[in-house]
Nanobody, 123 residues
Framework: EVQLVESGGGLVQAGGSLRLSCAAS????????IGWFRQAPGKEREGVSC????????DYADSVKGRFTISSDNAKNTVYLQMNSLEPEDTAVYYC????????????????WGHGTQVTVSS
């Protein structure tokens, strides 16, 4: 069974940085995508970034381009989200999700989800 565990959230001042981790286990195929999503109180869940295990291709939401970087450590089955220049608007619960497939990581609906990690950015 696929299991995803997020970590690294916390409280940081505006302009600061955090590094989120998503540890995956129970995978049965090597071709998959992992995405980061976030949901703030009163707002819809939105995609933040994603990465494909097939070729390492990535995608980012316009709101985080130039500030966030997604990466992976295949030996540890872990995906990271380095978040720099954080803004109060980035405050949300951040989730990682996984789906199997060969396509670009932004085409998936994502079937497997972690429980989330809270990121709070103070002004």
């Amino acid at each position: 069974e696929v299991q995803l565990v997020e970590s690294g959230g916390g409280l940081v001042q505006a302009g600061g940085s955090l590094r989120l981790s998503c540890a995956a286990s129970g995978l049965t195929f090597d071709d998959y995508a992992i995405g980061w999503f976030r949901q703030a109180p009163g707002k819809e869940r939105e995609g933040v970034s994603c990465i494909s295990s097939t070729d390492g291709s990535t995608d980012y939401a316009d709101s985080v381009k130039g500030r966030f970087t997604i990466s992976s450590d295949n030996a540890k089955n872990t995906v990271y989200l380095q978040m720099n220049s954080l803004e109060p608007e980035d405050t949300a619960v951040y989730y990682c999700a996984l789906d199997y497939g060969l396509g670009p990581c932004n085409v998936y609906g994502y079937d497997y989800w972690g429980h989330g990690t809270q990121v709070t950015v103070s002004s």
